[in-house]
């Protein structure tokens, strides 16, 4: 498809599981963006990866929260021994190049994870 | 912390009527966006205007920017049923070397038809 794609949509886990929530940018972005919203607030910055730079990881909230991006593409968001606080939807998204280059980024719809 | 904040946090108006939103932000930036979102979901971009740019306009919409200030404003013309919504303005940071793209914490607008 021509979007960004995350899988899974909805996730229900329960609490000290791990989850792995999956990011497909589109084709050809080098920046991709993980950010985290919970029930009417705003995006909270996750982590950002741009080529082959090191990534931004200043967002991520505490250890148990893991990113990777293989071959500039695919990115997965690890959540190990999740918590009921980290229940919240994840978007993923991705633009041709950093923020400061005026690009925009494209966002998918989001993963809903709830932790029970 | 965040690198936007929006006002008001909510907004209500009638179908026809123009609603304002504004943002201010703390750092530096290249460009500041807006975005909008329907239903919690992904987010779509509106328009982006430059540091060096005062106003810029797409449609019914009106955007404009003080770097001296700190702040824009998003204005939607004639408003419809379908542009409620929550809007977010978005900043680079020039400050920042990552480019990363920082969000604030949005407006909810309600357009009662």
């Known amino acids: 498809g021509a979007g960004v794609s995350q899988s899974p949509s909805n996730k229900v886990t329960e609490k000290g599981k791990d989850v792995e929530l999956r990011c497909d940018p589109i084709?050809?972005?080098?920046?991709l963006y993980w950010y985290r919203q919970s029930l009417g607030q705003g995006l909270e910055f996750l982590i950002y990866f741009q080529g082959n730079s090191a990534p931004d990881k200043s967002g991520l909230p505490s250890d148990r929260f893991s990113a990777e991006r293989t071959g500039g593409s695919v990115s997965t968001l690890t959540i190990q021994r999740t918590q009921q606080e980290d229940s919240a939807v994840y978007l993923c998204?991705?633009?041709?190049?950093?923020?400061?280059?005026?690009?925009?980024?494209?966002f998918g719809q989001g993963t809903r994870l709830t932790v029970v | 912390s965040q690198q936007g904040e929006e006002d008001p946090q909510a907004l209500s108006i009638q179908e026809g009527e123009n609603a304002t939103m504004n943002c201010s932000y703390k750092?530096?930036?290249?460009?500041l966006q807006w975005y909008r979102q329907n239903s919690g979901r992904g987010l779509v971009h509106l328009i982006l205007i430059r540091s060096n740019e005062r106003e810029k306009h797409s449609g019914r919409l009106r955007v404009t920017l003080d770097t001296s200030k700190k702040s824009s404003s998003l204005l939607i013309t004639a408003s419809r049923a379908a542009d409620t919504a929550s809007y977010f303005c978005?900043?680079?940071?020039?400050?920042?070397?990552?480019?990363?793209?920082?969000f604030g914490q949005g407006t909810t607008l309600q357009v009662k038809p």
């Open positions: 084709s050809g972005h080098t920046a």
């Open positions: 978005a900043t680079d940071g020039r400050s920042s070397n990552t480019g990363k793209l920082i």
């Open positions: 998204a991705s633009s041709l190049g950093g923020a400061g280059r005026g690009t925009e980024a494209f």
């Open positions: 750092t530096s930036i290249n460009n």
